[in-house]
């Protein structure tokens, strides 16, 4: 028979354990989520109103990080992560692709073509001092907007893009730094496409400022 002075000794030893194993759990939870981060999934703050309505100024992204194997891959309306650099410094943009390899994209002012059809759009609302549309692509919609006063006026584009490129716009038409400024970006310039948002609609969304690039590294 066991005596009855050894168990609380049993007990003892099972809570001084019980740290440890909390410690160790912390741990490797911290260290999934690590690998995660480094190899899977990323995150991002939208630090100006270039992807507004959908992505306002102050939203977080959240991208899948090597998302595609290869240009083909790629698909119309996915909003990507690229790298550029600008000056000798890295710059993460967050942009929609709306032409693929091979398209001819004719851009001036708020008429956009591809292949010589103009896109499809279907007035929504008035918000914000910017009138909101449902473009539509070859099936593929998602809603975009154009300041009324404009306080940049993007330059004309008309160009076909290369093998292995994708022409890529900010959903905030009049206000963002895109293809129509530096050209179709390379496949190889993809870090990651869209997986999830978190959106804040409580920003200033009037602040006149141009949505670009901001510095890798967030």
Known sequence: M???YQQPRVESLKRSKLPKVL??????????????????????????????????AGSILFIAKRAYSGPSDVNRGDIIVFVRDEGGQPYSYIWRVV????ERVEAFGESLLINGRAVRRHRLCETDGRVVFREEV????????????????????????????FFVMGDNRFG?????????????????????????YLTDSGTGKQGTGFPSGK
């Not at 032409?99 to 091979?102: D, E, F, Q």
């Not at 400024?181 to 869209?194: E, L, N, T």
Request: hydrophobic share 40%; aromatic share 14%.
């Open 2 to 4: 066991q005596s009855p």
């Open 23 to 56: 410690a160790w759990s912390s741990l490797a939870a911290l260290l999934l989520l690590a690998a995660v981060k480094a190899f899977f999934i990323d995150y991002y703050r939208i630090p100006q109103d270039g992807m507004y309505p959908g992505l306002p």
């Open 176 to 200: 963002a730094r895109d293809s129509r400024y530096f050209g179709p970006v390379p496949f190889s310039s993809i870090v990651g496409r869209k997986l999830w948002q978190r959106c804040n």
């Open 138 to 165: 070859e099936g593929i919609h998602y809603d975009v907007a154009f300041d009324q006063r404009p306080a940049f006026h993007p330059p004309d584009a008309s160009v076909t893009v290369p093998a292995g490129h």
């Open 99 to 102: 032409a693929l390899p091979g």
